[in-house]
């Protein structure tokens, strides 16, 4: 009997588990809105990203509103990086460093 030949076909992901975010950090900002430009080695504690994947534990509790694709403000310091097909803006983030989602007012609300 033949031994059956791994997939190469399959797609690998990460899924986060607890209460815990997968999220994709924005580009470092190398200029501010007003021109000024910043040096590389400029140390910001919170950070910019989207929301890539929320754990089942945080999409099921009514007390973190946060979804896929967010962007959200948050605190770096427990973020794990994620080495994942060479993206190197991938962290997990427990989700009690998440300090701040951005929302548009008006943005699928209701009676539109």
């Known amino acids: 009997m033949p031994t059956p030949k791994p997939s190469t076909n399959r797609i690998e992901t990460v899924e ?6 997968l999220l994709r950090k924005d580009e470092d900002k190398k200029q501010t809105r007003s021109g000024i430009h910043l040096p ?3 140390e910001i504690p919170t ?3 989207r929301v890539v994947a929320v754990s089942a534990q945080v999409s099921n509790d009514p007390d973190y509103p946060i979804r896929q694709y967010d962007r959200v403000l948050f605190n770096p310091k427990h973020g794990i990086p ?3 097909e060479g993206d190197n803006r991938l962290y997990v983030i427990p989700v009690e460093d998440i300090v701040a989602v951005f929302r548009r007012e008006g943005a699928g609300g209701e009676g539109e």
Request: charged share 35%.
């Open 82 to 84: 994620v080495d994942f």
């Open 47 to 49: 950070l910019t990203g």
């Open 40 to 42: 590389d080695k400029i």
């Open 16 to 21: 986060p588990i607890g209460k815990r975010v």
